[in-house]
């Protein structure tokens, strides 16, 4: 089955700073990985999804690298705002498959 | 207008008492689901429903049965109620797309078991 992990850091940085979230995924077969942004109180916020035949998706502020042959991933979060402070999950699933989150990061944003 | 709304947002509850989270989605969407969400933070699929097909983690206990009345609700009765089943349960929705299938999710309800 999937198993989608991240080291669970709590990464801080400064208000204007790159941040990076990594995520690594075990199933070879997955195709189709999102993260997640989850604030306190709140459920889960869709921020950017990619497919398994892309390497790269950009969005607003947001990128998601994708490596294959290591199986990771990757979101950056450019001139980080304190209101980008959350719980950061990437998800993955193969087929229509039910979603499998990994652990979460916590992003702290000072200003 | 909230696409997934659950009720209630907070639930405390004495051990053994049966209780239920109700879930409804206005996204029309196929399927639906129920995460539980530990200290760590860590989501766990439950349950998921779609009109055809109810998928079980068989890790999850018989006590807690989803009850789906029509498609958009999906709702969660726990019996018995036990002090680790205190968590934060979420609710969500999606439906099959050719490329995007990002889940919708709810809130969340917080369930203490005391």
């Known amino acids: 089955g999937e198993s989608v992990g991240l080291h669970l850091p709590t990464l801080s940085v400064q208000e204007g700073d790159n941040s990076i979230i990594n995520c690594a995924y075990s199933?070879?077969?997955?195709?189709?990985f999102i993260w997640y942004k989850q604030e306190s109180g709140k459920g889960p916020q869709f921020i950017i999804d990619?497919?398994?035949?892309?390497d790269k998706r950009q969005g607003q502020r947001v990128t998601v690298l994708l490596n294959k042959t290591v199986k990771h991933l990757s979101l950056q979060i450019a001139a980080t705002q304190p209101g980008d402070s959350a719980v950061y999950f990437c998800a993955g699933t193969s087929g229509y498959s039910t979603l499998t989150f990994g652990k979460g990061t916590m992003l702290l944003v000072s200003p | 207008d909230t696409a997934v709304s659950q009720t209630p947002k907070y639930l405390v509850t004495q051990m053994g008492n049966d209780k239920s989270i109700k879930c409804e989605q206005n996204?029309?969407?196929?399927?639906m689901y129920w995460y539980k969400q530990d200290s760590k933070k860590f989501l766990k699929i439950m349950f998921s429903?779609?009109?055809?097909?109810?998928?079980i983690n068989e890790t999850v206990p018989n006590r807690f049965s989803p009850k789906s009345p029509d498609k958009a609700h999906l709702n969660l009765h726990i019996n018995s109620l036990e002090l680790g089943d205190s968590a934060v349960y979420f609710c969500?929705?999606?439906?099959?797309?050719?490329?995007?299938?990002?889940?919708?999710f709810g809130s969340g309800t917080r369930l203490t078991v005391v």
């Open positions: 199933n070879s077969a997955s195709d189709y």
């Open positions: 990619i497919r398994s035949n892309m």
């Open positions: 429903y779609n009109n055809k097909e109810l998928i």
């Open positions: 996204l029309g969407h196929d399927t």
């Open positions: 969500a929705s999606s439906q099959e797309a050719e490329w995007s299938y990002g889940y919708t």
